[in-house]
């Protein structure tokens, strides 16, 4: 029996091919954003864009993303027309002013760019009408002073800044979930704890730290690395394996919930200056600089990530050890292509 002309075309028709999902990381040429990028365009086959305030930043994964120029805090129409060109799934919001010391000398810009930067990325993401997946990145400093009976420290930790930072952090948080119950936003929130690895600032310790050594080495400093509070302990853990969080947390994680971030135990800034001594090429001697010191320190923290774990499977897994010494080698690389440029 002769089958119909219908059956014919529809035999014929080809499987549709699904449409790649994509992701928006602001502040991709930052610190962390820079390494979600490179992890997603490893790890996923979406298509990735990047917003950042500055242009230029050099990264061997730049051309592989759409990267746009902008400033979220005072740009919303133009951040609107960014969003409905994507049209993202995801959205990781990172751009932020992120320098706890930064916030004691301008608390108001701290307060400003965090708060309003993220408000007008939550509304841009409104405005599609798709209501993609939103990761907000709050901080380990809103809970702020904890003591040795919180420790460690779960979400459910009450919230007590202790800095203008810790305080931008908490209403970011806050926002997040705002928007998640009065629009159903599928926003997810993150509170990562201390995170280093290549690529850092030196405004941050352990970068600052290893860039001190890879000077000294060099010969461009003499071999005294100035500290400032080296008794405060903090959970580090390597930048990889935060992003790493980011993306399983916005894919996986719960609307509306929040998640730790972090190695699950601490070390003393001490313990970490010890770390890069013994990887100094040169013998140096520590001394105490009081302009590094901070008006509040919070003694200790260390992070509960239980509830990122069950949901996620998620777990920090780089040793310190090994994250101190690829930023080592990061600034080695930093100052010998800084003396190899011509004068």
């Not at 310190?320 to 011509?342: K, N």
């Amino acid at each position: 029996m002769a089958r119909s002309g219908c059956a014919d075309r529809v035999a014929w028709i080809p499987f549709a091919r699904r449409a790649a999902l994509k992701a928006l990381i602001t502040g991709s040429g930052g610190f962390a954003g820079g390494h979600l990028a490179e992890y997603l365009l490893q790890h996923t086959d979406w298509e990735v864009a990047g917003l950042d305030l500055v242009a230029g930043r050099p990264a061997a994964w730049r051309d592989k993303m759409t990267q746009r120029v902008g400033d979220i805090l005072t740009d919303l129409a133009q951040l609107q027309v960014f969003f409905a060109e994507i049209r993202p799934d995801y959205v990781f919001h990172l751009a932020a002013q992120a320098f706890v010391p930064s916030s004691w000398a301008d608390p108001w810009n701290t307060l400003a760019n965090n708060i309003r930067g993220q408000l007008n990325v939550l509304l841009a993401a409104i405005s599609l009408g798709t209501k993609p997946r939103v990761l907000v990145i709050g901080s380990a400093e809103e809970y702020g002073a904890v003591t040795a009976a919180d420790l460690p420290i779960d979400e459910e930790t009450p919230l007590r800044p202790t800095s203008p930072y810790a305080v931008s952090k908490v209403t970011q948080d806050a926002l997040g979930y705002q928007y998640y119950a009065s629009h159903r936003l599928p926003v997810i929130r993150v509170r990562p704890f201390n995170h280093i690895g290549p690529a850092q600032s030196p405004a941050f310790v352990t970068s600052d730290f290893a860039k001190q050594v890879a000077e000294a080495e060099a010969g461009q400093r003499e071999p005294i690395l100035r500290v400032g509070n080296v008794e405060v302990r903090r959970d580090f853990s390597d930048v990889r394996d935060i992003v790493r969080g980011y993306h399983l947390a916005l894919t996986r994680g719960e609307p509306g919930e929040v998640y730790n971030l972090g190695a699950e135990r601490s070390y003393s800034i001490r313990q970490v200056l010890d770390i890069l001594l013994s990887l100094s090429r040169v013998k140096m001697t520590v001394e105490q600089d009081p302009k590094r010191l901070r008006p509040a320190e919070i003694p200790d923290l260390v992070a509960d990530c239980a509830r990122i774990r069950a949901k996620t499977g998620w777990k920090a897994t780089i040793p310190v050890e090994q994250s101190l010494y690829d930023v080592l080698e990061y600034w080695r690389g930093q100052v010998r292509q800084t003396a190899e440029q011509p004068a």
